[in-house]
Nanobody, 121 residues
């Protein structure tokens, strides 16, 4: 059993900053890639940032230069540093991990339950 638990969401004023965290726990053998996605009301889920074991990192166009994803592999924890937040960043942010629970099993996608980020004055 694997769990991804996010934290760090909340209410912030435009121009402010937040740091999200996501911890993977349970039967984690190795992680291949981690990412943050977000979904605003009435919108489709979109990629915010993604990074792989080989350090290939991708950002969504709307957050490039403002958000930074980082991954503490020793702690199985991924972070999302969000700066200069805009009202349009309001959404539920969910973390993703593509991981192996054992060397004999295939890669499985896991998702956290999400954390709300609201940017408002």
């Amino acid at each position: 059993q694997v769990r991804l638990v996010e934290s760090g969401g909340g209410l912030v004023q435009p121009g402010g900053s937040l740091r999200l965290s996501c911890v993977a726990s349970g039967s984690v053998f190795s992680i291949s890639a981690v990412a943050w996605y977000r979904q605003a009301p009435g919108e489709e889920r979109e990629l915010v940032a993604r990074t792989t074991l080989g350090d290939m990192t991708t950002y969504g166009d709307s957050v490039e230069g403002r958000f930074t994803i980082s991954w503490d592999k020793a702690k199985n924890t991924v972070y999302l540093e969000m700066n200069n937040l805009e009202r349009e960043d309001t959404a539920v942010y969910s973390c993703y991990a593509g991981l192996f629970t054992s060397p004999l099993k295939p890669l499985i996608d896991y998702w956290g339950q999400g954390t709300q980020v609201t940017v408002s004055s």
